[in-house]
């Protein structure tokens, strides 16, 4: 008995000895798979990109690749701000929310309560603040883009929601069915002005970016950033070319996709939710929370939260293998993309941001289910 005691004692011995040389290697071979990937994704001389994995405080993979400037030839950092896109919307979202709980509005509050001008006072009465936040309004996008296109290059919040509010009609009985729409957060990045006395973007910076510690973020109001920045590119004839402000339409409209901000200052934002540093944490956990209206009859259940979008596997509209629960949110606005997740039960989270028109999840997602940290 004695020696087969030791005998078990020193196979444990070498078996614990073992395992931190088999996390190191299946760690360094992550490293070397998504590397490899991203080589081939990003030329040294093309737009590129930054990606962040990290697993609770762990960093697994932090990286980046091709230039920011096509022009300069300034490298693509992970201090490189980039334009976000509709990730803008989770910090308007929780501008709304954080009013709230400061006891400034009410989600349940109507429309026509922050803008009495509507043309159809009924339907401004109608549509309440959770349902803008949750894409279930169903006021029509009344903007002509695409023939107003010279006008919306420079058209800013008021000018992009300005339309909305001459609709005589719904799509749909608010908070019956899902539609994106952009422009309804131009109306709720107006009403945190109305509410908190100040403009959407420095409310944000002082109770958001400060707080997080984000000192790389912005918020443009018409402008754009103009250090340490990224250009948005697509490819154009074989070409990369610059799309980005004073190129795509509805780019200087802030609320929808106005915030700028690097790969460290998102990692900061990620931390700062986590840890509920910039509101209450009852606050964190309803942003992440679905739930489901009663008149509810849209084709798919409920997946969007008023802030984020939340369902199982990788994608909302496309089944994948994984089962893990996701919060996400994604952007895509001229030449850049970007991607915020969050898996709780994995401590993963992901972020990355591209500025070559590439969307890079789907990568980042097969090697993580491959090597087991998903699944």
Known sequence: MHLRFKLISGLLFIFSIQMPCFAQSREELLKSKLDSAFSELFKADEPGGAILIQQGNKVLYENSFGLADLKTKEKFTTKTVANLGSITKTFVSYGILMLQDRHKLSTDDNLLKFFPDFKNKDIASKIKLRHVLTHSSGLPDLRHVEKDSIFYLTAKDEENFRPLKSADSLEFEPGTKFKYSNPAYNGLALVIEKTSGMKWQRFIGENIFKSAGMKSSRITDG??????????????????TEYDYGEYPTFTAAGNGGVWSSIEDLKKYITAINQCKFTNCSVIEASKTLYKPEQWNGKKPVYHTGTWFVH????????????????????????????????????????????????????????????????
């Open 312 to 375: 199982k596997g990788f994608y909302a509209d496309t089944p994948t293998e994984e089962n893990v629960k996701v919060i996400e949110h994604s952007g895509d606005q001229g030449g850049f993309k970007s991607h915020l997740i969050m898996i709780p039960e994995k401590n993963i989270s992901i972020v990355w941001l591209t500025n070559n028109n590439k969307f890079i999840t789907g990568h980042i997602r097969r090697l993580l289910l491959k090597m087991n940290y998903i699944n």
């Open 223 to 240: 402008s754009y950033p103009e250090k340490n920045v990224a250009h948005g590119y697509i490819l154009k004839d074989k070409v990369y």
